[in-house]
């Protein structure tokens, strides 16, 4: 089992930057796909970033350029820059893990950005 928790969502004007943050624990995360999801009412989860082992990291379209993914596998944690936030942006933040073929999911965090 991994246990992923979430942080650093909030309320955020457009332009701002804002940083989430995932730490997991339960069992190491180096040998699993990490990821940011995201989930706005009303609309289907979706892939925001994510970091395949010994691939480069893959983005959603309208976030490439804006947003980074990074992970630490010493500190169990994988980070979401998220830079030049839009409203389009405001979504619940959803952390990954596929590990041995099984989806972890966290709880989620709330990123609002207003104009």
């Known amino acids: 089992q991994v246990q992923l928790v979430e942080s650093g969502g909030g309320l955020a004007q457009a332009g701002d930057s804002v940083r989430l943050s995932c730490v997991a624990s339960?069992?190491?995360?180096?040998?699993?796909?990490m990821g940011w999801y995201r989930q706005a009412p009303g609309k289907q989860r979706e892939m925001v970033a994510r970091?395949?082992?010994?691939?480069?990291?893959q983005y959603k379209d309208s976030v490439k350029g804006r947003f980074t993914i990074s992970r630490d596998n010493a500190k169990h944690t994988v980070d979401l820059q998220m830079d030049n936030v839009q409203p389009e942006d405001t979504a619940v933040y959803l952390c990954?893990?596929?590990?041995?073929?099984?989806?972890?999911w966290g709880q989620g965090t709330q990123v609002t950005v207003s104009s």
């Open positions: 990954n893990a596929q590990l041995q073929g099984v989806d972890y």
């Open positions: 339960g069992r190491p995360i180096g040998d699993a796909a």
């Open positions: 970091e395949l082992r010994g691939a480069p990291p």
